[in-house]
């Protein structure tokens, strides 16, 4: 049996990525599609414009199978944390045959080059890479200027490459694929549309998911330039959840509460938060208490040595509370179980082989996600506990009052799409 798996946010799923799925359906034959998909927080650590339910029903219409969700514990870190847990939680299903991914030049070649690199890191990439590091320079930035070093001729190769955001995430696939010898077989196709941080809609048939949630923050209607980008499965359902009172949704509205809580947070604690680091504890807790919303915080925290992008990650790190000790035990141990967001009636038939062929449990019920996550004593349990919170949580952001409860992770079931 050949089974497709994708990664991706569909944050919303748009035209872009119904031609992905489609694009790469032609690959196989494919006898089905599974998809590992971030809750209600994306990578970049910011809430997502609907939740994860709705989410998933646009990728059902869309072409997909199965979608499972990725844990928040993996979906909100590095590119590599996130690629590993995706990859990981593919393979653990034990009938996903391929990985598809989108890449910016839909080459597989140099981005199989430089994730073998990463997996093997010889001794005089290391070196370059921890010279780099002592510049003071990010993480990412440190990388790619040590990999342009060691690869030399190709290095004006390597940083086009890394430019990318699809590129960076797929050679993370690939890093994690041939680190742990998973049985995936990857592919890559050629990203559609406008540039992947493009803010505007262009007025052509594809868009970045970015443009279409910046459209919808400034007035939360779908325009005809937005109805244009979406399939009219998605346009339908994302105009529902407008119209419903659950939508849009966006970072801003998540200030107070990053503020309240990091005002209520003791620096031992702080301190212990993943990745911080070098004392960070003490700039986030002055800042926390000079700024007055979200942005402002974010830039008073910023430095050459933390990118925006880890900020944001340390701040939703501490709204949850989740320390170094819980990622240690995570990392080693990985996914934990499937929970199964939406399916379609080929998805039922995967949903019985994955149960055959997989030892993680899979939680189609809301009833079976109540239970798991009291087993406090699991790492499964604190595992979903945190994707629970993060839900009841996100619940507050909706823009309708009545729209807030909690609780809707033991409420809500997986949903069928006929």
Known sequence: ??????????????????????????????????????????????????????????????????VIELPLCFSVRSAYYFARGAVHLLAQTGVVSHLGFGSEQGQLDMLMKIASLLAAEPDDYRVLLKNSLAQGLSYPVARSQALQQYMGSQSNDVYELLKGPNNILAIEYLHNIIKDNLNLQPFTIPRQGDDYHSQCISGSDYSSAGAIRTALYKKPVITSAIEKVLPDSSRFILQ?????????????????????????????????????????????????????????????IKSKRYSLSRIDRILLYSLFRLDKEQFAALDQQGPQYFHILAFSSKGREILQTIKNSSPLPILSRGSQVKKLSGETDSLAG?????????????????????????????????????
């Not at 990578?43 to 414009?49: G, L, N, V, Y």
């Not at 212990?272 to 807790?285: A, Q, T």
């Open 1 to 66: 049996m050949n089974v497709l798996g994708v990664i991706a946010e569909f944050n919303p799923f748009h035209n872009g990525h119904k031609y992905f799925i489609d694009t790469a359906k032609k690959n196989g034959p494919f006898d089905a599609v599974v998809s590992v998909m971030s809750g209600n927080f994306s990578q970049r650590a910011q809430p997502t414009i609907c939740d994860k339910w709705s989410r998933a029903e646009m990728a059902i219409h869309g072409g997909v199978d199965v």
């Open 240 to 300: 529902r959840e407008i119209l419903e009172g659950r939508a849009p949704i966006g970072s801003e509205t998540l200030g107070p509460i990053i503020l309240s809580n990091l005002r209520q947070m003791e620096l031992a604690s702080l301190k212990e938060i993943y990745e911080v680091s070098e004392g960070l504890e003490h700039r986030i807790k002055t800042a926390s208490l000079q700024s007055g919303s979200l942005e402002e915080l974010r830039q008073r």
């Open 382 to 418: 604190n595992l979903l506990a945190v994707d629970i919170l993060a839900s009841d949580i996100y619940s507050l952001l909706a823009p309708w009052p009545e729209m807030r409860k909690g609780g809707k992770d033991f409420l809500t079931s997986s949903l069928y799409v006929n």
